[in-house]
């Protein structure tokens, strides 16, 4: 029987299409995300045929939307604000890293659900790109989510002398963290403290007007580092610029963290200059 080249093209796209492997990132609001961005470059430069997709949903679906997404063909997840804590009690195992952190970003379908947290090893690998020494530092960590949880672990893990947890309610922070000392953050004043880290989504798109600390709270810090990467200098950024603060927002974690991810999916080990050519591409597109 003869085929037409287009039909014999067709058949030949839905096959590739058949075996094409799906992530996603979930989350409660997604349209700021530039992570499909980031995985696409990825994909493309490992020469791996998947798609990444945003999925969007509410507090209710969480119950079941591992196995939803897993019945639609997607063979891994990003998690993403606010259910890195929640969706832990639906996964089956979860790495020594993530229970310690007690949060998880990633997640493998093998077939079982297992999860992962690559915000840790992101955020390590950004301290180094940038030079930031940590061991004996002062730390401050803005913000008590998932997020925040990851940053906290890494920063006692390579030996700083302290992590405060400054929080708007210090007492709640407390009960979350009761290993670390905790502050109310409108009573913080960063002087004194080597290393701020904001973890909180204040000042992110569309709400960029905003900043979690005061100009005047940030004076005296050594550097400062916002995990949001859009927009690109958030109002705590701009604050440190005019104080002369070396800082960095949180674009390199971002696909640090990616990468990490792939790593897991994948089962392969990622070569740093990938990240760095991705970083290199993408820090003045945003």
Not at 157 to 181: G, T
Not at 246 to 257: E, F, H, K, R, T
Request: net charge neutral; charged share 25%.
């Amino acid at each position: 029987m003869h085929y037409s080249k287009e039909y014999q093209k067709k058949q030949i796209k839905h096959q590739k299409d058949s075996n094409r492997k799906k992530y996603a990132l979930i989350g409660e609001k997604l349209s700021h995300s530039i992570s499909p961005k980031i995985h696409n470059i990825i994909f493309d430069k490992l020469g791996i045929s998947s798609a990444y997709d945003l999925v969007e949903l509410p507090l209710d679906e969480i119950p079941d939307i591992l196995g939803s997404l897993k019945a639609k063909g997607y063979s891994g997840l990003n998690v993403t604000i606010p259910y890195k804590t929640e969706i832990m009690k639906y996964l089956d195992e979860i790495s020594y890293e993530a229970l310690k952190i007690g949060a998880i970003n990633t997640i493998k379908f093998q077939p079982k659900f297992k999860g992962y947290n690559t915000d840790y090893s992101g955020f390590k690998m950004s301290l180094e790109y940038y030079g930031i020494e940590v061991k004996g530092k002062k730390s401050a960590v803005l913000g008590s989510g998932g997020s925040s949880r990851a940053v906290a672990t890494c920063l006692l893990d390579n030996d700083a002398q302290s992590v405060v947890i400054v929080s708007r309610d210090a007492n709640m922070a407390k009960m979350k963290y009761p290993e670390h000392e905790t502050a109310n953050i409108k009573d913080f004043n960063a002087d004194g403290y080597d290393i701020v880290i904001n973890c909180t989504p204040v000042g992110m798109y569309p709400k960029i007007d905003f900043s979690p600390l005061k100009k005047e709270q940030l004076k005296g810090a050594g550097f400062v580092m916002d995990l949001i990467y859009n927009p690109k200098t958030t109002m705590l950024l701009k604050y440190a610029e005019e104080l002369d603060i070396p800082c960095a927002n949180g674009l390199y974690m971002l696909i640090a963290q990616a990468i990490c991810a792939q790593e897991i999916w994948q089962g392969i080990k990622i070569d740093n200059e990938i990240l760095n050519e991705i970083y290199k591409g993408m820090k003045d597109e945003i």
